[in-house]
């Protein structure tokens, strides 16, 4: 059931009065942060200081030290008690720090906030909303469906949607936000899926309030008008609200990508996200470890490493059947240690395999040397390879 709010004042302060004195009566509520948010928020405003004083003292006097920032309860007296401010005196209740979680610092790279989210490919066009929906947000990302940059739960209608907003617009590539999942069902509670919709269907207000959410506390405070609108702007929303079948959404994504109209040009910040080139390697120092002479022997189908010092001096004969195994069983016994050759060992244990399975010849190719001589002038064995053909 959803409680009635009163707008005017004089209910709204027998409302404030009825649910803080709940809160009072309710051990739980003593150790919960929502509460001593609440009243500290309140008691910073004139209706705070006179007309409801006394309750706010009464709720101060039964603090305990905070164990949890919000307990989530299906009816949280202090949410009811500050939605009945809210509503009776906006100009006051517009700009109140009621919630008692922090907005967390920005870091580089993407998503520069963190989240209850798996990110799977940058360049994607797809993100996934499953509002309350865990398992549906962990089956999705299990499936990997290609278009799919990030997929990830909403709890709330305020924190939840800034985040999403910021981490949506540090990655151009996001196109499509496909909204799915369980609403939170609770009779005074957080609406983040029908609030999204109102957000794309009516925007916000001067105060950055979301028209037409029915949730808790849908105003966007930490976020810019700018923000909004380019989110907006950004994404096209797909409603599937309440659809909770993998399959079906994964299918969604699919056709949200074939459409993907490209990288939007119109973020207001920078993606934190830096973009290299690669470049073909020039040189390969010695790894002081040693060397490595790397073949397949078809007969007794195994991968073959033998390991050399730097003064020739073979001291490791390994044997596997897969790259992994070989590659793990080198940095173990610690017989390279140098970064460029691990990548060259792993590119030449994989060709090997390669060779090994499908019967071809392999040549293990040599990586290039100041040193050295071209990779053609050598016998074939490898980067690190004394001999060299006239
Ligand atoms: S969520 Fe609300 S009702 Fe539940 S313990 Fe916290 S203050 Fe009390």
Known sequence: MRLKIPEQPAEALRVIYAQLRAAVAAPKCHTCGCLQQTVEALAGTDVGQQQIATVLDEARAVFQPKHYDCLGCPVCYPAIAANAFSNAFPEAGAGLNLCPTDEPAERTGWPPLPGNYHVLKYRAPVAVCALNSDSLASGLKDLAPAGLAMVGTLHTENLGIERLIK?????????????????????????????LHSLFAYGVDERRRIRGARGKRPVLKNVTLEEIHAFVDQVTLVAMLGETREEVISMQVETCRRHDPGPYQGAPTETGVNIVQAVEPERLTLDPAGYVVIYPDGTRRCLVVEHYTNAGVLNYVLEGTSPAALSTTLIERQLLTRLDHAAYIGRELTR???????GTAYIQDAAPSPNTSPPSAHCGCGPDCLEVIP
């Open 167 to 195: 981490n949506t617009l540090a990655n151009p590539h996001i196109r499509f936000l496909i909204v799915c999942g369980e609403d939170t069902r609770q009779a005074i509670g957080h609406l983040p899926g029908q609030s």
């Open 352 to 358: 090997a395999e390669q060779a090994l399975l499908t």
